[in-house]
């Protein structure tokens, strides 16, 4: 079974910057498209930047050009490198995987079957 621990949130200034890891278990390192999702009070779980399994990545338009997201197979780690945050960025930020047998929308949160608890990231203006 997959277990998704995350860490890395706290709260910092807009402008600031903070990097969430996500330690992975329970899977073959390549086998997954892996994510990162986020959550804030009052909307819904939204994707963020996800890596497939050809190591390609995909980011919503929101953070394009400030998060960058990565991963090391041999340590099984996820990275999201969050640059430039803004208040808009705060919310619970969830590690996410899938194994699926097909392409899928690699943002699309349906698509993931592999949940983490969660760590906050909270910024302040």
């Known amino acids: 079974q997959v277990q998704l621990v995350e860490s890395g949130g706290g709260s910092v200034q807009a402008g600031g910057s903070l990097r969430l890891s996500c330690a992975a278990s329970?899977?073959?390192?390549?086998?997954?498209?892996m994510g990162w999702f986020r959550q804030a009070p009052g909307k819904e779980r939204e994707g963020v930047a996800a890596i497939d399994r050809g190591g390609i990545t995909s980011y919503a338009d929101s953070v394009k050009g400030r998060f960058t997201i990565s991963k090391d197979n041999a340590r099984n780690n996820l990275y999201l490198q969050m640059n430039s945050l803004q208040p808009e960025d705060t919310a619970m930020y969830y590690c996410?995987?899938?194994?699926?047998?097909?392409?899928?929308?690699?943002?699309?949160?349906?698509?993931?079957?592999?949940w983490g608890q969660g760590t906050q990231v909270t910024v302040s203006s």
């Open positions: 996410a995987a899938s194994l699926p047998s097909h392409y899928i929308l690699p943002l699309a949160t349906y698509n993931y079957n592999y």
């Open positions: 329970g899977y073959t390192a390549g086998d997954y498209y």
